[in-house]
């Protein structure tokens, strides 16, 4: 059970993106040609969370093997033609190699909008899933705003969204997106990259250019590691390079924005001010709240009863 089982939050993104109502051919994809499947199981055993595959409307169009290049000979026999669902194919290619590059953690691979769940549902995040669609809808026209700035308390879902946002970038628009932790993925990389016996060593100014060009971009987690001064240099100058690129940028923290006062000169904060807008998520942690529900159902210890 999801809390969009119709697509309409997908929908909505192309309905914004257009500027009025989008009435697609297939409901299933919305016209993107592709549909995410999703394992029974994600994360168990070593699985993926679910994979990109055709959609059915497509399938149905399909006149050639279904192999590279995706052609088909015409009735002459002598011409050779593209299969009507060739861009459809091409465009999934480019999807699944984007997909394993973005770094998205296992546990959110196969997450959208479609995937919050009805009891992780609570006002701050659907106003939040909003914004997030004027997010993506307006993320190449230069005048839109194209940061968003999530806080709130651990388990509130604001990973969750985040990621749901690359999710959402990936199939509508086909682009590479990214997702880092900003202690492990970002400050500990970079610091790895000082290090001889990394096998990263000397890439750093690889992984900063990789970091300040990719078109959408998440940024876990921050506000753990501003002790020190290397830290909040290297953040500067990432959250610099990304506003003056024009590039979306989703950052999440468990604290306002406000609470950057006061670190690096209060540089990152102005930075932070001018490209995003700021969206609080406070709710109870829901892990906890669904511990409560069980706990009051006062069902006793495990066994026959
Ligand atoms: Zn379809």
């Known amino acids: 059970m999801s809390l969009d089982p119709d697509n309409s939050l997908l929908n909505s993104i192309l309905t914004t993106r257009l500027g009025k109502p989008f009435q697609p051919q297939c409901k299933a ?25 055709l959609c059915g409307c497509q399938e149905r169009l399909t006149r050639c093997d279904g192999q590279a290049p995706w052609m088909y000979s015409d009735r002459s026999g002598r011409t050779m033609r593209a299969c009507p669902s060739r861009p459809a194919r091409v465009k999934l290619e480019r999807l699944r190699h984007l997909y394993k590059r973005s770094d998205i953690p296992r546990r ?29 809808a307006h993320m190449d026209h230069p005048d839109s705003v194209k940061g968003l700035y999530l806080y709130g308390p651990t388990g509130c879902g604001k990973t969750l969204l985040s990621c749901a946002i690359l999710n959402e970038i990936l199939r509508v628009f086909v682009l590479p997106v990214k997702y880092a932790k900003i ?29 300040g060009s990719v078109p959408a971009l998440v940024i876990d987690d921050l506000g753990v590691q501003r002790e020190t001064e290397w830290a909040n240099q290297v953040l500067y100058d990432l959250i610099d390079t990304r506003y003056e690129n024009d590039l979306l940028t989703v950052f999440t923290s468990n604290e306002p924005m406000e609470s950057w006062r006061g670190i690096a000169g209060g540089r990152v904060l102005s930075r932070l001010r001018e490209m995003c807008r700021e969206f609080p998520i406070q709710m109870p942690d829901y892990r906890e709240q669904i511990h409560a529900d069980i706990q009051s159902r006062n069902l006793g210890p495990w066994g026959p009863a």
């Open 108 to 136: 959110y691979q196969g997450s959208f909008f479609s995937s919050i769940r009805p009891d992780q549902v609570h006002t701050d995040l659907m106003l939040a899933v909003e914004q997030s669609i004027e997010l993506i």
């Open 29 to 53: 994809c919305q016209d993107l040609g592709i549909v995410f499947e999703s394992n029974l199981n994600p994360g168990q055993g070593g699985r993926d969370a679910g994979t990109y595959e």
């Open 183 to 211: 202690s492990r993925d970002i400050l500990g990389r970079l610091q790895s990259t000082f290090n001889p016996n990394s096998d990263i060593y000397g890439a750093g100014k690889k992984i900063e250019a990789e970091l």
